[in-house]
């Protein structure tokens, strides 16, 4: 059984009510297992701080950003300008999405083709609340846990959004013992520009193992991420390692989650 | 007789100028042969930006050895140029030492100061070859830097370290002469080494360093437009060209943005014909060649001097794989610059049945891209590799549709159901009741 309430715009829209700020699950937020877990935290945050919000469930669909990264420009335009009629005949205003990926395509991609949105990463929207007063949180389960972060690149780079998660993880009272490169110079996880969806090419490593061996090299207990994406990546990188009975892969929306007993 | 050398100074001044000039209009044809692309708005940032990067070399220092080697050279070659001047001047005119009499005490001071950047540029370029040739630093010694790119690097230390030793000794032989009017901080040091020259001889000897020297640095002049070294001079324009959108911002193709409009159109009539004005050329999607790529995308190349930062930091080449970002730029110039040649010798281009992508860049360098901003942000001179695959991706997909099965897979996925994986966009929700 559920314990969180996730209405649909489209139930929203027969009350005739709209939400401050529509979620925007993403399809590994809906479909794959691990990432399930990430948008049900969401969800659990979101209720739990009391802001008002809904998925497009059924009416949600890719945003083209692994089309567009594979050079299918035209099956992205395709994705794009379907999503868009949807969130404008909705009159959707403001965007949390818990991809990076998702939260790149629709900020950046999006407006020439006609949709125009505020649109955040779930770091920026909960570290919002949490300014405003609307999301408190203590350390709870994680206090003086060492973790690292591993920074998305459609986040960081991409973006130039370093300090979000990282504020957020300061508020779990967390010793954040950063990798050898962050930030600006964060590695890969080995999964964009639609390498999640087929094999490496030939080479004499994989970038998630190094990636993972960077992470593991702080001697953290938790590698905290903001993508679903990092997520199984980094995961199956500490499983390669097998250190998956002492460092857990999370998400940031499941650290708070966790640590709020939600 | 001085006018013969102000002759001959002039004779060579004008054809290593002409020479110059010539090179450089060759390739501003070439870096033309790109598409149109829009880089002239929000000036001030862009002025901005090239202050801080070009000039202040804000990105070099991410390396901190590198960056302050490399700002002592540049601050050198920046300062040392004021001298050059003087012996242009000197040169023409026949002249000894025409700022002397402007500076008076301060001459000697100024001149002094210009030593001491010779002397350290030295240093600086010995430790550079050291890095380079000794200590063989990685990203100096992938596949694509065999050959002539090594050598044409180690080709500018050698003429660096002639200039500045040729620059020091003209001073100590001076100083050694009759009457000599100036002394400078390190040429008087080593002065002694001359001082067994007649007074005939030291004549001689000095002039022949006043010649070498600038000679040295016409002769330089006309090796950049054939050398990696370019980068002193287009590092400027590139980074007032460069990007100023979010790295993670693609662009959408416009072309695209019309059909799809027209296929979303409940209205549009697909037999119509389409009104004159409308009957464009076909423009093929994305980049089969160099000239299908944005002029930026080839100044990026001319400008690229191969320090290999972009290579050291992508995450496909760290683990074995074929994809080097700066040999994307090194083959784009490369390709760019046969194209036009080909132009030059046959008036137009002549199918040489080549292009960038496939007899340059093969389609394993091209699908190991992870497309995650590393080599653009590494790059010290806003150079754009990743701009120039996601060109080329659009080409191998959209014209060859030869994508990797395994995405077609995805794409079909898509296309299908609306997410990359085979589920029904009607178990969308699902997991809100699980």
């Not at chain 1, 139930?11 to 401050?20: D, L, R, T, V």
């Not at chain 1, 059924?58 to 990264?69: L, N, Q, S, Y």
């Not at chain 2, 600038?214 to 007032?240: D, E, M, Q, R």
């Not at chain 2, 060109?391 to 099965?405: C, G, I, V, W, Y």
Request: with cysteine; aromatic share 10%.
């Amino acid at each position: 059984m559920t314990n969180f309430i996730v209405p649909t715009l489209a139930q929203m829209n027969a009350e005739g009510k709209s939400p401050e700020v529509l979620f925007w699950v993403g399809c590994a937020g809906s479909f794959d297992d691990r990432a399930k877990k990430i948008t049900k935290a969401m969800a659990k945050i979101l209720n739990h701080t009391g802001v008002s919000f809904a998925v497009l469930g059924t009416e949600e669909g890719c945003t083209g950003d692994p089309a567009k990264r594979a050079g299918n420009e035209f099956l992205f335009q395709m994705q794009a300008m379907m999503n868009i009629q949807v969130l404008n005949a909705y009159e959707v205003k403001h965007i949390v999405t818990t991809c990076p990926h998702c939260f790149n395509t629709l900020k950046n991609e999006y407006p020439e083709l006609g949709g125009n949105y505020k649109v955040e990463h779930h770091s920026q929207f909960l570290n919002g609340l949490m300014k405003d007063g609307r999301l408190k949180i203590e350390g709870g389960q994680f206090r003086g846990k060492k973790i690292t972060f591993h920074d998305p690149c459609y986040l960081g780079r991409a973006n130039g959004e370093y300090e979000a998660p990282r504020e957020l993880l300061a508020k779990l009272d967390v010793e954040l013992k950063e990798m050898r490169r962050c930030k600006q110079n964060g590695l890969c996880c080995g999964a964009g520009g639609a390498q999640m969806f087929k094999d490496a090419e030939p080479g004499t490593a994989e970038i998630n193992h190094i990636r993972a061996d960077e992470a593991l090299a702080t001697g953290t207990e938790i590698v905290v991420s903001g993508c679903p994406f990092c997520n199984t990546m980094l995961t199956d990188g500490v499983k390669n390692r097998e250190k998956e009975d002492t460092v857990q892969v999370l998400d940031l929306a499941e650290m708070i989650a966790l640590a709020e007993d939600l | 007789m001085n006018y013969i050398s102000n002759f001959l100074f002039l004779i060579a001044l004008v054809i290593a100028v002409w020479f110059f000039a010539n090179n450089v209009g060759q390739i501003r044809k070439n870096i033309n042969l790109g598409r149109d692309l829009e880089r002239t708005d929000r000036k001030k940032d862009r002025l901005n930006n090239m202050l801080r990067v070009a000039f202040g070399q804000s990105k070099m220092q991410a390396r901190p050895v590198a960056g302050i080697l490399h700002f002592i050279v540049y601050v050198s070659f920046l300062i040392i140029n004021i001298e050059v001047l003087e012996i242009v001047i000197d040169g023409l005119f026949g002249t000894h030492r025409f700022f002397a009499e402007f500076l008076g005490s301060a001459y000697e001071g100024v001149i002094s100061f210009f030593e001491i950047l010779a002397v350290l540029t030295i240093i600086t370029v010995v430790v550079f070859w050291w890095r380079r040739n000794v200590k063989k630093i990685d990203r100096f010694h992938k596949p694509e830097m065999q050959g002539w790119p090594f050598k044409d690097a180690n080709t500018i230390l050698y003429v660096e370290v002639i200039l500045m030793t040729a620059l020091l000794n003209m001073n100590a032989v001076e100083a050694n002469m009759d009457g000599a009017q100036h002394s400078f901080l390190i040429s008087s040091m080593i002065s002694p080494m001359w001082s067994s020259l007649s007074e005939s001889s030291l004549h001689i000897t000095e002039r022949v360093f006043w010649w070498v020297h600038i000679l040295g640095i016409l002769s330089f002049l006309n090796y950049l437009p054939f050398s990696k070294h370019f980068h002193i001079i287009l590092a400027f324009p590139n980074t007032y060209f460069t990007n100023l959108e979010a790295k993670g911002k693609f662009a959408n193709n416009a072309a695209v943005t019309k059909e799809v409009a027209m296929m979303m159109d409940p209205n549009a009539d697909p037999f119509a014909a389409s009104s004159p004005e409308d009957q464009v050329p076909v423009e093929r999607f994305g980049a089969k060649d160099a000239n299908d790529l944005s002029w930026v995308n080839l100044l990026n190349a001319y400008t690229c001097t191969e320090c290999g930062r972009c290579t050291s930091e992508c995450p496909a080449n760290m683990t074995g794989k074929l994809l080097s970002p700066r040999k994307i730029m090194m083959d784009t110039r490369d390709r760019i610059d046969e194209i036009g040649k080909n132009i030059l010798a046959n008036g137009e281009f002549k199918d040489d049945g080549k292009s960038l992508l496939g007899d340059f860049i093969s389609k394993e360098e091209l699908w190991a891209c992870t497309s995650c901003n590393a080599c653009v942000q590494a790059c010290p001179i806003d150079i754009d590799p990743l701009n120039i695959i996601m060109q080329l991706r659009n080409f191998a997909t959209m014209e060859e549709s030869s994508a990797p099965a395994e995405l077609n897979a995805m794409m079909t996925n898509v296309e299908n159901n609306g997410a990359p994986w085979p589920f029904s966009q009607m178990d969308r929700a699902n997991w809100i009741n699980e």
